[in-house]
């Protein structure tokens, strides 16, 4: 079943350091996997995300405000 993961973010730094994070992650569990980047700020706010980086893994807010390492990332696309 393909992983439908979204990164929630304008494109800061952070933001583009968890969308390398969240690719090796799904790369290392060989996963199928969709990755969307949500850069538009009232498309964010409709998740009810006040802060970025963001990362909602199959519609599920799983981490907002930071960079969790990789194997937090593994948890939570697994």
Request: aromatic share 4%.
């Amino acid at each position: 079943m393909k992983k439908e993961i979204k990164i929630l973010g304008t494109g800061c730094p952070k933001c583009i350091k968890l969308a390398e994070l969240v690719e090796q992650a799904a790369i290392e569990l060989g996963i199928e996997y969709e990755l969307e980047k949500v850069t538009n700020i009232n498309d964010i706010i409709s998740y009810g995300v006040m802060l970025t980086p963001a990362l909602v893994v199959d519609g599920d807010i799983k981490v907002a405000g930071s960079v969790p390492s990789i194997d937090q990332i593994i948890d939570y696309i697994q």
